[in-house]
């Protein structure tokens, strides 16, 4: 008779990695520079970032030096926490 061993995971989080890199990330990262997909994520999403203004959570306009925010760009409202608003 045969020994019967329990089978291993070994090499599975490796193989998972690769198939997800191959299946969601080659594919997503092409379809970032065709057309100007990627300017534009860059422009919606780096501007803010490096920018002095930017929107709070009441879509107000809030520039660096008049800011009122508890981290960072993060609750820049008078009442700090949205769900405190009336």
Known sequence: ???NKPYHNKGFGLAFFWIIVLTFGIPLGSMM???DTF???IKKYGDPIRSDCWENSKHE???RGENTC???RN???D???R???K
Do not use: H, Q
Request: proline share 0%; aromatic share 20%; with cysteine.
């Open 70 to 72: 508890k981290f960072g």
């Open 75 to 77: 609750f820049c409202i």
């Open 61 to 63: 306009r809030t520039c």
């Open 1 to 3: 008779m045969s020994e």
């Open 33 to 35: 520079f065709i057309d």
């Open 79 to 81: 009442e700090v926490y």
């Open 83 to 85: 769900w405190k608003t």
């Open 39 to 41: 300017a534009r994520m």
